[in-house]
């Protein structure tokens, strides 16, 4: 596991012990591919590809997506079933217009995920498999 990346911006939120949550960190087969779908995604820039880890800073300041090769990633189920690989986390994003967030999103290589559990928000998959909601402000 690498140490965290430090950039905090502005916008980073440091706790009064001097505790600063920076990234959240995806396992994959192969992160530079899967950083340069969340860098087309969210339209950041990836920091640092040193392959096996990838840095994509969030460009306000706030909590950054990294990278790390799992050799032995497997592909979250969604949704859950037993006995089954379960996803870790889900990351959710928010948009200004549902419809064309999804259109964005499958261009970029996303997939809609079969399974809605929710009419005001889109589940899809990454090319991993990791799911993430889109949704609009205030749902």
């Known amino acids: 596991m690498y140490a965290l990346f430090s950039y905090q ?16 960190t995806l396992n994959s087969l192969d992160p530079s591919t899967l950083a340069r779908f969340y860098e087309r995604l969210l339209g950041w820039t990836i920091f640092r590809d040193e392959g096996d880890w990838v840095v994509l800073p ?18 979250p189920v969604w949704p859950a079933k037993a006995g089954e690989q379960q996803m870790m986390l889900h990351l959710e ?4 217009d549902l419809e064309a967030g999804c259109a964005h ?19 899809h998959l990454d090319p991993d498999g990791h799911p993430f909601c889109l949704y609009l402000d205030g749902e």
């Open 93 to 96: 994003i928010q948009v200004d």
């Open 105 to 123: 999103a499958q261009a970029c290589g996303a997939t809609l995920a079969d399974y809605q559990p929710q009419d005001d928000v889109r589940v």
């Open 58 to 75: 969030n460009p306000a300041g706030g909590i950054g997506l990294s990278f790390q090769t799992e050799d032995l990633y497997v592909r």
């Open 9 to 24: 911006g502005d916008n980073a939120l440091t706790t009064s012990h001097g505790t600063t949550l920076t990234a959240i």
